[in-house]
């Protein structure tokens, strides 16, 4: 074997041994990040309702008290709303709490620049920070405690019933509110297809989870293909029929 045979053969095992070792390590912890946890909203929780996914009310939508305000860099520009996370409170036995809970992704914590991002400005990017309606808070730390360390993951959303359609707008402007969304929680990409225009059209996310399309869709039952952020597709054909009025809340099929 020459020299330049040898060196080939000894930066492929090299590569082959830093690919596994990243690999081990990368899947080692079972797919636990690290990040922080604040509340707010009240012990009632009040405080949280509405929020920037625009889910309003979140007991009336399913989503309870078990819920989330994400900062910048989880949240995405709303793209993870309605996403299921698994947090538990670790390093810290003065304030922790046995256990997990489950929580769902329905607002933004806002970054303040005017405080540095370890003395208040827990929501500043790149931080991945939670902060929990207050009764979710309570289940993993105690209230003294303010802020604590999380592990954190991404887990499946369990949801009862349907994905749910609340249709507002307008005659020329249909904005589509979608809730209750399980299995990935959040939404990638929407369409809809009148059963007088028959053809798929893409809707374009307006804020939050709320989804708009520009065509006049009345008189008309309409179907949704929702795309989850895992990729999969759910079709739910004439959930909407033809005689609907904007504000009404339709229920579909589910992942």
Sequence with gaps: MNLTEYVHILIISLCTFNFCFQRINSYDNGGWERGHATFYGGTDASGTMGGACGYGNLNRQGYGLQTAALST??????????????????????????????????NVCPPNFALANDNGGWCNPPLQHFDLAQPAFLQIAQYRAGIVPVAFRRVPCKRSGGIRFT????????????????????????????????????????????????????????????????????????????????GQTFEGGQF
Excluded: H
């Design 167 to 246: 249709i507002n707008g307008n005659s020329y402007f249909d904005l589509v509110l979608i809730t209750n969304v399980g299995g990935a929680g959040d939404v990638k990409a929407v369409a809809l297809k009148g059963s007088k225009t028959n053809q798929w059209q893409s809707m374009s996310r307006n804020w939050g989870q709320n989804w708009q399309s520009n065509t006049y869709l009345r008189g008309q039952s309409l179907s949704f293909q929702v795309t989850a952020g895992d990729g999969r597709s759910v079709v739910s054909y004439d959930v909407v029929p033809e005689d609907w009025q904007f």
């Design 73 to 106: 860099a989880l949240f995405q520009s709303g793209q993870r709303c309605g996403a299921c996370f698994e947090l538990r409170c670790e390093d810290d036995d003065q304030w922790c709490l046995p256990g997990s809970i489950i929580v769902s992704a329905t």
